[in-house]
């Protein structure tokens, strides 16, 4: 018989590798247009260092695509069952700054607190320092996207 407790950490993973394989793992190419808030914020030096139109564009494809984040928190972060919002302004654990979502993507979320999906530290993915800082970077637009 499987614990309950363990039944509720390996499930998220099975849906992951579920989506993965039949390849829903959302819609990479998703036309998001640049916000003006957006624009401002790059344009007037608000972005954290090293946030740009780029990182921000190559963290998007891996977080539909590669690094299946989609398959848990939906197309371009906008929440399922598994996993929250990540364009609101409720943060469950971190402090939605670009350094927190950096921390949070390499520490992972292994005892979440209001969904039943855990992360693994780096999604499990073994992303490399410049694929979590473009995660990082398209996560935070989207709590600039407004």
């Known amino acids: ?9 390996v499930l998220p993973l099975l849906v ?6 039949c390849g829903e793992t959302g819609d990479a190419n998703t036309d998001l247009p640049m916000p003006e808030a957006l624009g401002t914020a790059l344009n007037a ?22 690094a299946t984040c989609s398959a848990c928190h939906g197309a371009n972060g906008k929440g399922g069952q598994l996993a929250p919002n ?10 939605g700054s670009y350094a927190g979502i950096i921390e949070v993507i390499e520490t992972g979320v292994l005892d979440p607190k209001e969904y039943p999906g855990l992360m693994l530290p780096r999604g499990g993915m073994g992303l490399s320092d410049e694929e979590v800082s ?8 989207l709590g600039v996207r407004g």
Not at 3 to 8: A, E, I, V
Not at 47 to 58: H, N, Q, Y
Not at 87 to 94: A, I, K
């Open 134 to 141: 473009s995660l990082a970077a398209f996560i935070w637009s």
């Open 16 to 21: 992951v590798a579920a989506a993965t394989a």
């Open 86 to 95: 990540l364009g609101d302004d409720v943060w469950l654990n971190s402090d």
């Open 1 to 9: 018989m499987i614990h309950k407790s363990l039944l509720s950490h």
């Open 45 to 66: 030096g608000a972005a954290p260092d090293g946030v740009t139109l780029e990182s921000i564009a190559e963290g998007r494809i891996l977080f539909n695509a590669r």
